[in-house]
């Protein structure tokens, strides 16, 4: 009886180390394919014909999901081939099948390059020209440039971010949010779409800022205006709290910040028990902003900026104090 279970035994080892040798093998085999389906993809994009090095590039990603350089070169050919969007499409797939911190990071340097990139020098002076004219606080050429660019790369990210830019300063916030959300469908990486987006969204959806804004203040390294948006949107969540509890430990780290301080004492002032909190950050600010006035190293439009801050601190100032008499 013995004797014989050991028999069984062994052969069910025997099978189950055959059906593991198949299976490595034709993993194995998988893997040489969906190289080779790469190296001659590679070569059929040096020829330029890019719809039989794309066919390729998707057979080695059939092949090997998890394969990065495939999925890179099917954004770069797609790219060269005038289909940025499609390209960019498939990196958002690669993110979606590889776990590996080093083929990720290359997916996403990847995809930040190729939704930047240029296909004619004729529409990069347009932007150029739509940048100057922004400068210049000529907006209306500015919107002219920037729209003639589009026309020609209706996708490239930089274009689209600047335009959103002149919409905004031109008041026309609608137009930029659809400008924005265009943006974000071909890169959510980027951080000036995703903050542009995030302050856009602050006063229909709150919880939007929050959602979009949490992986620019979930690494350590948060600026002062990111900082302030997300305690704004936290407050009008109606978690003021934790709007404070969130901007005040980075206001005490950095003691450059001056707007948060502001904000800091608007939030305390909203909280019954937390006048002379208010008052402190309130008080702090209007020393703060009074020597960036006297240092003469703001330009007209930040001087206009930190006087009407100034005159709002003082009106809430005054209720605060109103209250501690």
């Given amino acids: 009886m013995g004797k014989s279970f050991s028999i069984k035994l062994i052969g069910v ?5 055959f059906i593991c040798s198949k299976s490595e093998a034709a993993t194995k085999g998988k893997l040489a394919l969906a190289i080779q389906s790469y190296t001659k993809g590679v070569e059929l994009t040096e020829k ?4 039989e090095a794309l066919d390729l590039f998707e057979k080695s ?3 090997n999901p998890t394969y990065v350089a495939s999925y890179i070169e099917f954004a770069r050919t797609a790219v060269l081939s005038g ?3 499609l390209g960019l499409e498939k990196i958002v797939e690669g993110l979606e099948q590889v776990k590996s911190k080093e083929g990720r990071d290359s997916l996403l340097k990847e995809r930040d390059n190729l939704s930047e990139v240029f296909y004619t020098n004729d529409t990069f002076q347009k932007f150029q020209s739509g940048l100057n004219y922004f400068k210049l606080d000529r907006n209306v050429a500015a919107i002219e440039a920037l729209e003639s660019a589009l026309k020609t790369e209706p996708d490239n990210l930089l274009i689209l971010i600047a335009y959103a830019r002149v919409l905004v300063k031109e008041q026309r916030y609608k137009d930029s949010m659809v400008i ?5 469908f071909l890169n959510n990486n980027n951080k000036d779409v995703r903050f542009m987006l995030a302050e856009g969204s602050l006063e229909m959806s709150p919880e939007r800022t929050i959602q979009l804004l949490r992986p620019m203040v979930s690494l350590g390294m948060t600026e002062e205006k990111t900082a302030i948006l997300n305690a704004r949107a936290l407050s009008a969540s109606k978690r003021n709290k934790e709007a404070i509890d969130f901007l005040k430990p980075l206001v ?3 003691s450059s910040w ?5 904000w800091l004492g608007k939030f305390y002032s909203l909280e019954a028990d937390d006048s002379w909190s208010a008052r402190k950050y309130l008080m702090t600010f209007q020393k703060r902003a009074e020597s960036e006035l006297n240092s003469n190293k703001l330009s007209e439009e930040e001087k206009a900026i930190y006087k009407t801050s100034m005159d709002e601190a003082a009106i809430i100032l005054n209720r605060v104090n109103d209250l501690l008499e």
């Fill in 13 to 17: 080892f025997c099978l189950l180390f």
């Fill in 48 to 51: 330029k014909k890019w719809q």
């Fill in 61 to 63: 990603i059939e092949l």
């Fill in 83 to 85: 289909k940025r969007t």
């Fill in 180 to 184: 924005l959300e265009r943006a974000f």
């Fill in 252 to 254: 005490d780290e950095h």
């Fill in 258 to 262: 001056v707007f948060s301080q502001l």
